[in-house]
């Protein structure tokens, strides 16, 4: 049993090892989930401190980065609910795009590329990051959760504790949001 416990022990990461490998990833889905640096900073020094307290007591039932992530998010929620002042933006209902019977209200215009091929490109990815940075916060964080870290409905349900058909509806929304965000970045230009 001393031999299992000395086993464990040395597997166990050092604080040093986990701030070097899971730092900038802390810091990515706070900043997604916030849409502001300052904020993010915050909540990963935060994250980071839990860190330093908990790390001893980290059992290994579930896997570290799944830890951290769930801490991260956990954090970047609370740091919002905290927040004393915020002016909330109008959220845009992306349903007026569409006519009552369903077609476009505009006509759609087809991507030169795919997304997946510019997202590679800096500026692209600048674009991306400034369009999920404008979401309103209910539609960012399903979209955050399930599109950049490609979590299940499910469990996206049970973060932010909603209904399995909210966290689909604010996706499916966040999704049209962000079509027309980046529209102009990538339509077709007649020639």
Known sequence: MEELSS????LKPTV????????????????????????????????LLQLIR???TFRGE???????????????????RNRATRSSPAIREPLDNFLENGAHARPVHRWS?????KALDRETRTLIDKAIAELPE???D????????GLGNAEIAEMLALSVAAVKSRLHRARLL??????????????
């Open 7 to 10: 086993v464990q022990h040395a």
């Open 16 to 47: 040093e090892q986990v701030f070097r490998e899971y730092a900038p990833r802390i810091y990515s889905l706070a900043l997604r989930l916030l849409g502001n640096e300052a904020d993010a900073e915050d909540v990963t020094q935060e994250v």
């Open 54 to 56: 908990k790390l001893d």
């Open 62 to 80: 579930s896997a570290l980065p799944t830890w951290l992530h769930r801490l991260t998010v956990n954090a970047a929620l609370m740091h919002r």
């Open 113 to 117: 590329l795919p997304p997946d091929q």
């Open 138 to 140: 209910a539609y960012r």
């Open 142 to 149: 399903v979209f955050v959760l399930a599109d950049v870290e």
């Open 178 to 191: 962000m079509r027309n965000a980046l529209a102009p970045h990538f339509e077709e230009v007649a020639v």
